[in-house]
């Protein structure tokens, strides 16, 4: 969602998340049916804003029951290619069974490996700014 607009950081008991982007979603996934903080592998998978080549919107009020308010309205949507926002997000996950992420490509396969920076119970990684799939290990 919009971390950067709430402060940047976002903060559970296992997991804290900091970011850049004005949009951004991260989504850690146990693949091993445990909790985040001891499973073995990890699916992390993010999104950030992205447009086809000339997006364009214009200011536009709305109105829903009777509540009007101003927006954007989408007055072009492009053609391709796609225009995705590079990813800005470090991690800090409580769980010391994790050594790795390794970054996967959009098909899934593997990229390369990069090793987790520890610091006590918790794994840290500033992740690359391309990428949408990783698998921490």
């Known amino acids: 969602g919009f ?3 709430a402060g940047g950081t976002l903060t559970t ?4 998340l900091r970011s850049g982007n004005d949009y951004l979603t991260a989504y850690f996934v146990s693949m091993d049916g445990q909790p985040l903080a001891s499973s073995a592998k990890i699916l992390v998978q993010s999104g950030t804003i992205s447009r086809l080549t000339g997006w364009e919107t214009i200011p536009a009020t709305f109105t829903a029951g009777k509540t009007t308010v101003q ?3 989408i007055s072009h949507i492009g053609n391709p290619p796609w225009r995705i926002q590079e990813t800005d997000l470090a991690f800090s996950l409580r769980n010391t069974k994790v050594t790795k992420a390794r970054v996967l490509d959009e098909d899934g396969r593997l990229k390369k490996d990069l090793p987790l920076q520890r610091q006590g119970a918790f794994a840290n990684l500033q992740t690359p700014r391309d990428w949408t799939y990783l698998i921490l290990e």
Do not use: A, T, V
């Open 3 to 5: 971390i950067k607009k």
């Open 71 to 73: 927006g954007l309205e």
């Open 13 to 16: 008991s296992d997991l804290s």
